[in-house]
């Protein structure tokens, strides 16, 4: 039996900040620069989730796509689409909005959801701009 | 003499919200919808800065795209850049922060600083996400 | 007032031919090339929707893009996405599904819905593949 | 030796249906969703080949790419582009054309002709929609 | 009858450089800063055709794009595409190669070809990078 | 502690062909085509940069992306960038500038000012158009 993988992209548009509360301003721009500004910034980040598995026979599909965005949405974009990743998200709390520590919270939402749907996940990709994106293959 | 069009890409990631200060939570939900989250969201935003002018003789450019960038990038984009478009931007003051006011509050910046290049400002298009975008000719 | 121009983008997927049943097999292949395949071909149409109008002073919008976006979606998504151009579109009945008529025919389904929302329909843009679009300004 | 892994983009435009003869109407659609329309739809499909080897040391290519394209276009394009996946398609008959079906059938037609260039074929990536797309990398 | 703009895109990879002969290389750094270095540099150029008229009652098109690509390659890809602007194509003699005198020249050779197709031309568009784009309307 | 990918994109714009000395003219057009054309062409040639590492624990950053792009900059883009491959370029000096060799010439730029940073080189990815890119892994 072939093993696919298929990707699915769905997006969200969330502000962050990076900075340390117990730093002065000064010691955050010098480590964060302009992404340390108080008053936030944001962005359109770009998500795209990997899962693997064999074509059903019955339906000739890894998985149902329509499902699988379904998860997506409810364990992840619903959290974060129009929110603050810093003060409106549950499972980024006590973490820094960094995009990697994103890719690898995504990851930890959408791990079991997608065992659940008989897949294995493969990889988180989040885009942050046109000239930056993060992997998370979940070593 | 041929009048050519020449546009300019640039492209800065902010923070905003739509909601009136003076209306209920319901209200501003009602309204501006996800786009009124108390928290803030941001975007990714392109701009699209597009000048008309007759080739120079001497240099076969309608304007120096160096300087016209130049001019972009202290006029508009190191005051949106990595900001909250509703708390430090003072072009923005005293309007909300919709994609349509951005666009003409751009215009306005430019218009004098390209003027003084020479040539004429036809647009200003400002992208907020892959499905809408906003074009402001100056009327 | 400023006169600000929005665009929405939609997608819709569908399938279509182009031949004309009076026409041989040859005929139709002379004239319109691998366009012709009886048994049908497809393409993923992106659809780009321009209005123009003066932001409102209370919400700083011309239109509700969501709104915008729900009239696209009952007057013409709906009747193309995952159909056939030429066997299950009412608004196409008549006519050869060319990107030029399709063009047509979307300007008229949006021209009322789009007048209701107190703006101005300025552009139909439908783009086939990367390489060939479309634009109808209603005239 | 370095080995480099090199890619060539191809697209093709092709209507299809997911939905299987001897289940209802109403049992395809609970299935197969807005794909089982029974007078088809279509997209607009890319496609991604990739292939190994060592740069040859006469001419510093992995594989003359133009050679590449060439089989890609004579045992896959020809046969897919502007035709209906279910009908038309002598390597695709008795498989539903999920994308999933569609990757690995191209990989069994360039398996052959891209060992005969000297290179390993290493993934096979369809595209069907922005939204989707599926790898096959042999195993 | 309505009118209807259809764009057509092509693609061609050509080396140029921007500097006077007569002038310094200080004095043509001055001016092209790094356009001018005299080995040369290049681009992968993009080029949009935008042709408007009725759509043919018989074939429902505004024209045949094959057709309209067939005359942009011998018109004009042929002479740039894998050439030196300034060494090789001869209705760029006598012009400096900035983005800017290439959509006029590419207009002058357009403009008879298309009107022998029954249209008109509209716009000529070239892209020198995803940051800058001309545009000439021919006036 | 998780690995997590990140990966920066660069781009830059030169000139070069693929012609060996020794041979005639019309060898060379035999074996590269309109690649050896002797005036040169060019490409907009976009870099992807992919390194891995544990995010810090005290910035949740894999690495300072502004310093990834500062060194891909001095070791990379200031050699490259509006240069001649073939005549401007010490680190491409007695290779052929394919697409391969040069993704290898990067990788043997970045690799030790990468590891000075506390990361894994993984990918160097060179897109020369959009329809063909080249990845080296380092093996």
């Given at each position: 039996?072939?093993?696919?993988?298929?990707?699915?992209?769905?997006?969200?548009?969330?502000?962050?900040?990076?900075?340390?509360?117990?730093?002065?301003?000064?010691?955050?721009?010098?480590?964060?620069?302009?992404?340390?500004?108080?008053?936030?910034?944001?962005?359109?980040?770009?998500?795209?989730?990997?899962?693997?598995?064999?074509?059903?026979?019955?339906?000739?599909?890894?998985?149902?796509?329509?499902?699988?965005?379904?998860?997506?949405?409810?364990?992840?974009?619903?959290?974060?689409?129009?929110?603050?990743?810093?003060?409106?998200?549950?499972?980024?709390?006590?973490?820094?909005?960094?995009?990697?520590?994103?890719?690898?919270?995504?990851?930890?939402?959408l791990e079991a959801p997608v065992k659940g749907l008989g897949v294995v996940l493969k990889?988180?990709?989040?885009?942050?701009?046109?000239?930056?994106?993060?992997?998370?293959?979940?070593?």
């Open positions: 039996m072939p093993i696919v993988h298929i990707t699915r992209r769905e997006r969200f548009s969330a502000a962050h900040k990076l900075s340390r509360p117990e730093w002065s301003l000064e010691k955050n721009y010098a480590t964060f620069g302009k992404c340390s500004n108080p008053n936030w910034h944001g962005h359109n980040y770009v998500l795209w989730v990997t899962v693997a598995g064999a074509p059903d026979p019955e339906t000739s599909f890894v998985t149902d796509l329509s499902e699988l965005s379904r998860l997506i949405k409810v364990h992840v974009i619903d959290h974060l689409d129009h929110k603050n990743l810093d003060l409106d998200v549950p499972f980024m709390k006590g973490r820094y909005s960094s995009t990697e520590n994103l890719a690898v919270a995504i990851w930890e939402q990889t988180v990709k989040v885009e942050e701009t046109e000239n930056n994106y993060v992997e998370y293959h979940g070593e």
